[in-house]
């Protein structure tokens, strides 16, 4: 980890860290890699991943249209809206 | 203690933790990007809860998103009480202002709360209470927990909460659910969770363990680094959901939005600056960077299969033994100053909480220790933690 890397991090995940945050995170990623040490100690060569730890398949429920939701209702948390869309800033300029 | 404090004169009282989503009433996430939330629906658990008689008193605060050691990352500020941390849920139930808190188990807050005040807490089996209507963070290790004063009101909340819901892909069918209610005999003590606990807490495993002694429970100590290793794991896995979670938390269609913006890039760099604390940032861009091209497979798909190591020893121990035995926190306080030195304090004391979090095995908290047993044997857990809490009386 270094800088460089933060600073396509922080573009990636559309965060802006101060000079002392940068710090901060450089530190925590230092002692994370660190600690990650404890993991390569393990041998898991014959060992399958495990994404979900009960053995549930993908549920799939009968394809039938349910309204749940009013645009209206949706809409109320929008910071901005006009005529039933989202607004955000221009995107061409 | 509250965010939001409601007038309720039901017998059977219920707070819920802001991670839990309840309609008409605001859900923060104790985070500034979700302040004045208001949801659309009420979370499945609490609906169940409503419909067995358990009246809502209010939104207990909590940490950003869940994510911290005790709440003090919550963006109106931790809860404390002469200089230490408090989590608001358990504060409100030792006040007697609720009897039960439904909560989220994300990185072991509830556990280490539970421990620390002598109540008693559930993490149910992953998958046995659906997290429709939960504030998603870690989805592959966390649930929604439940504590209370005593086991017999866990008890009774879980039994309202527990059970199939077609709303959650994770949660289990009904056909699996086989419960392991036999009278256990023998338990281990994972001895490798004491060597950095204080003197506080390695009296309550000792005393926990006497009071087990003394009921006929044998009690054997175990040593296991492969468990123990769950805490880097989980902390890998538990950052890399994290940050596809609040990936959503944009300033477009709900949360906070700045005002300082001129252009797109802006509103959602911006956005999400400010609308987010440091500690969620610095998860959020940990969990990016073990998604990368560079570490996924080296950092991310070891802590999958790490998992499976854990779930195995588990399965191993509990050939031998009903349940294991082990702290859920190093310390019975954590002063402010001390999480001010070290505001990453969460990845750190999440290797007592992070095994059963990561196997999605029941953690049962009683008599400040934790026990955990093997999927769906929460009621041989509580057999134990009745032993414990006759003990303490």
């Known amino acids: 980890m270094d800088r460089e890397i933060l600073r396509r991090l922080e573009l990636l995940n559309q965060l802006k860290l101060t000079e002392a945050e940068k710090e901060d995170v450089l530190s925590f990623f230092a002692a994370r890699e660190a600690e990650h040490k404890v993991l390569e100690a393990i041998d898991t060569a014959n060992t399958e991943r495990m994404v979900h730890v009960m053995p549930i398949d993908t549920v799939v429920r009968e394809d039938v249209v349910v309204k749940m939701f009013e645009r209206e209702d949706l809409q109320a948390q929008a910071p901005e809206t006009d005529e039933g869309y989202w607004c955000v800033p221009k995107v061409m300029e | ?393």
């Open chain 2, 1 to 393: 203690m509250y965010n939001v404090k409601i007038d309720c004169s039901v017998a059977k009282k219920v707070i819920a933790d802001d991670m839990i989503l309840t309609k008409g009433v605001a859900t923060t996430a104790g985070s500034k990007m979700l302040e004045g939330f208001m949801s659309l629906f009420t979370s499945e658990a609490l609906v169940r809860l409503e419909e067995k008689g358990y009246g809502l008193v209010g939104k207990a605060k909590v940490g950003e998103f869940g994510f911290d050691l005790l709440g003090e990352t919550a963006v109106n500020g931790a809860l404390t009480a002469d200089g230490v941390l408090k989590l608001a849920a358990a504060e409100a139930v030792l006040a007697n202002e609720a009897d039960v808190a439904l909560t989220m188990d994300i990185n072991g807050s509830v556990r280490r709360a539970a421990a620390q005040t002598g109540l008693v807490s559930v993490k149910p089996t992953y998958g046995t209470v659906s997290r429709y209507g939960t504030i998603p963070v870690a989805c592959s290790g966390e649930t929604v927990s439940l504590m209370a004063k005593n086991v017999a009101d866990v008890k009774d909340a879980l039994a309202a909460v527990a059970g199939h819901d077609p709303k959650d892909g994770t949660s289990l069918p009904d056909s699996m659910y086989v419960t392991d209610a036999a009278t256990p005999k023998r338990i281990a003590v994972l001895t490798d969770m004491l060597a950095n606990v204080n003197a506080d807490v390695k009296a309550k495993v000792d005393s926990a363990v006497a009071a087990l002694k003394a009921d006929g429970i044998e009690v054997v100590e175990v040593t296991n680094d492969k468990i123990a290793a769950a805490k880097v794991a989980w902390n890998i896995l538990m950052s890399a959901e994290l940050c596809n979670n609040v990936s959503r938390y944009d300033g477009v269609k709900f949360g906070y939005r700045t005002p300082n913006f001129t252009n797109l890039d802006e509103l959602y760099m911006n956005s999400r600056t400010e609308g987010f604390g440091e500690l969620l940032k610095t998860a959020i861009l940990f969990g990016s960077e073990t998604l990368s091209t560079d570490n996924y497979m080296k950092v991310y798909d070891k802590a999958l299969r790490i998992r499976r190591v854990v779930v195995e020893e588990f399965k191993r121990l509990f050939q031998e033994f009903d349940a294991v035995l082990m702290p859920a926190c190093s310390t019975l306080e954590y002063t402010v100053d001390a999480v001010n030195n070290d505001k990453y304090m969460a990845f750190n004391e999440n290797f007592y909480t992070a095994p059963a979090s990561i196997s999605g095995l029941p953690a049962v908290v009683a008599g400040g220790v934790q026990l955990v047993g093997k999927a769906f044997s929460e009621d041989k857990l509580f057999t134990l933690a009745e032993k414990l809490e006759k003990e303490g009386k």
